[in-house]
Each structure stands twice: as structure tokens, then as C-alpha cells.
């Protein structure tokens, strides 16, 4: 079983920057994406960023390319979506989720999520 526990977010003015993170516990094996989506209200859930644990493979949806970027720490078995130039389309509720075997981008595919973070940021 494994268990993802986020931090960060928050309440922010357009062009800052914020960090949210993603602890995971338990054990897994193979080769898996963990990545970050978000769902703003009324919205669905949409894929920000992924990363593969085993190549570090990375993607990202076009509409944060160039402005966040998706690192881990191994040693603390810890996800970052570092989020910069912020822009008020990009309030949402932040999930971390893994761990999926077949797509960065299916949400559906992921087995594991986070209890979810907010991130707001105003005009």
C-alpha cells in the first residue's frame, strides 16, 4: 500500500511562485509514473505533470510547459511540482498521484492519490 502526503500551496498574486510537494510511503517496484493534476471548480481533473520513477521521464501539459517543473528526492521519496509565473487559470486543487505502469496521462490510471493541496493565485 502506498500513501501520498502533500504539503505547500497556498494563496498567491499572479506572476509568483509556489512549490507543493508529495511525500510517498510504502513500498513499490517497477517501472511508474507519479505525477500532478489539478481540478479548478466546475472543471475535471486535468494532468499537469508526470514523472517516471525508474528513467525520469518526464511530461508536462502544454499549458504549464516552460513554467513549472516536476523534480523528485529520492532520499525522501518526495515529488515537487516547483510552480512558477503563476497566472489565476492556474487555481486549482493540486493532486499528487501514482503510481501508474502504463501512461503519464490517464488519470485513471493511477492508483495512489493525495489528499489534495489548494493553490490560488489572484489578478
Known amino acids: 500500500q502506498v500513501k501520498l502526503v502533500q504539503s505547500g500551496g497556498g494563496l498567491v498574486q499572479a506572476g509568483a511562485s509556489l512549490r507543493v510537494s508529495c511525500a510517498a510511503s510504502?513500498?513499490?517496484?517497477?517501472?511508474?509514473?507519479m505525477g500532478w493534476f489539478r481540478q479548478a471548480p466546475g472543471k475535471e481533473r486535468e494532468f499537469v505533470a508526470a514523472?517516471?520513477?525508474?528513467?525520469?521521464?518526464?511530461a508536462y501539459a502544454d499549458s504549464v510547459k516552460g513554467r513549472f517543473t516536476i523534480s523528485r528526492d529520492d532520499a525522501k521519496n518526495t515529488m515537487y511540482l516547483q510552480m512558477n509565473s503563476l497566472k489565476p487559470e492556474d487555481t486549482a486543487i493540486y493532486y499528487c498521484?501514482?503510481?501508474?505502469?502504463?501512461?503519464?496521462?490517464?488519470?485513471?490510471?493511477?492508483?495512489?492519490w493525495g489528499q489534495g493541496t489548494q493553490v490560488t493565485v489572484s489578478s
Open positions: 510504502g513500498r513499490t517496484f517497477g517501472s511508474y509514473f
Open positions: 514523472i517516471n520513477w525508474s528513467t525520469s521521464r518526464i
Open positions: 498521484a501514482g503510481n501508474n505502469y502504463r501512461s503519464a496521462y490517464d488519470v485513471g490510471g493511477y492508483n495512489y
